[in-house]
């Protein structure tokens, strides 16, 4: 871990060097570090990189404000994984092509939605959350229904692994569409609003723009309410694809059964947590809790290992971890510099979609070294189960 402590509260990487930083993250750090609400340190996980105000892979903890921009647009992007009972000895690449094509057909990627609604069932009730009369869940809810259960893009994906327990495992990441999107834009919005209206412009001009938690303000408890939603609407999402994901896997393996409890993570949140004796808001924007014991995922890129977890509950990260590899390269940067075949190549033996120039935003070499990433957290996680990519699906 380094520390740099010139600012007005110290910063805390974890990083071996500071060079492994890229430059506009680290000036976004030292923003976060000198806003007058932030409480005690900022914590950057070891997978950080550039991201809109904040940093991705940062952690930030606030007395009495939230920060909507600290927790970003893509509320409540998350993992879950499944072991299964197949032994990987089983798991042949022809099986796997199978299962990840049979799930393809059920499950909408990139920008493509579902034709009908999905049934309200798997919608989280919206009576439930204290949402404020003229509400972004609302006004959305019918839409919302079509996007539900599908993957997105970017660098969203579903992920075939063969585990070192001897088995094969499933594994998403997804977030809360289009829904997620319009509730961060509008509170983000609203906060630099207020703020302008107090004439207070150095939070927004770094697109750091704060709400007050203060009774007398209803915006804060108007996001919250629609922030907890999208959060339970991404996972609920995440859930249904798991189901259809299963579904395809039984279809190419009868008697498959699924021992464990599904994990999930979200890493796009602020949380009210006790930390260093105070109540605190801990945003964590591409960053996971890492509570003791508290199981987690860590996934690398689609051409390397990802990690299942259990947490250490390291105080000096607000008891979070990296959410995962991290990239090194902007998209553009992937898709002008990268080679095709050459990365194509670092694929060979995984099922996968990436088979152009556009899909580079993707390819390994894009990410950071997973094992560097995991080398640099051993005080915040322990590895339970490494697992081998056999096939992926991005949108």
Known sequence: MI???????????????????????????????????????????PDSHEGYGMPIGGVLATENVIVPNAVGVDIGCGMNAVKTSIPVEDMTYSKVKEVMERAARKIPVGMNKHQEKVEKVWMPDPTTYHLPVKSIVKDNYESARYQLGTLGGGNHFIEMQAGSDGFVWLMLHSGSRRLGLDIGTFYNNQAKAMNAKWFNTAASNVDLAFLPVDETEQVYMNYLAEMNYAMDYAFHSRKKMMVELQHAVNQVFPNVEFPDEMI?????????????????????????????????????SQG?????????GNRESFMSSSHGAGRVMSRKKARNELNLQSEMSKMEGIYNNMTTQASLDEAPS??????????????????????????????
């Open 304 to 312: 390397t290992a990802s990690y299942i977890t259990r947490g250490k």
């Open 366 to 395: 894009a990410y950071k070294n997973i094992d560097e990433v995991m080398d640099n957290q051993k005080d915040l996680v322990d590895i339970m189960v490494k697992l081998r990519p056999l096939g992926n699906l991005k949108g």
């Open 264 to 300: 999930n993570i979200s890493h796009n949140f602020a949380s009210l947590e006790k930390h260093f004796g105070k109540k605190v808001w801990v945003h964590r924007k591409g960053a996971v809790q890492a509570m003791e014991n508290q199981l987690g995922i860590i996934p690398g």
């Open 3 to 45: 520390v740099l402590d010139k600012y007005r509260i110290p910063i805390k990487l974890w990083f071996k060097d500071i060079n492994d930083l890229e430059h506009g993250a680290l000036e976004q750090a030292i923003n976060l570090a000198n806003m007058p609400y932030a409480f005690k340190h900022i914590a950057i996980m």
